[in-house]
């Protein structure tokens, strides 16, 4: 791959785990002000019904959020199928964090007994 084509590439790849951690940003922001939103209705000592249509948007903005992150995940599997065509399968652009190694040593999921009673 030419030089140039591996400068795009870089460029793609930086723009999409900028749009993946901005996505997760979102929904994780969404999320905290959901959870505040009962509490700060029982420490008003206000009626459930007083902004049920706030609580409303907030879900339906988490379920867009989350939707939107659902599609970046595509999108990134799809970029990994351009990355093999183009011939970079083995170069890891990186996203600004170490990936963890995967357990070399066999995990195979086993029985566990139930205690037992008393």
Not at 20 to 46: F, H, N
């Amino acid at each position: 791959m030419t030089r140039h084509r591996r400068e795009i590439a870089q460029q793609l790849a930086t723009g999409l785990f900028d749009a993946e951690i901005a996505i997760d940003q979102a929904l994780a922001k969404a999320a905290a002000l959901m959870s505040t939103m009962p509490t700060a209705r029982l420490d008003a000592r206000v009626s459930a019904t007083v902004g049920q249509p706030a609580v409303d948007h907030v879900a339906a903005a988490i379920a867009a959020l989350s939707a939107a992150r659902a599609e970046m995940v595509k999108a990134h599997h799809a970029f990994a199928d351009l990355q093999a065509q183009f011939g970079l399968g083995a170069v890891n652009f990186g996203a600004g964090f170490i990936k963890p190694e995967y357990p070399k040593e066999n995990r195979a999921l086993h029985v566990v007994e139930a205690p037992r009673a008393a």
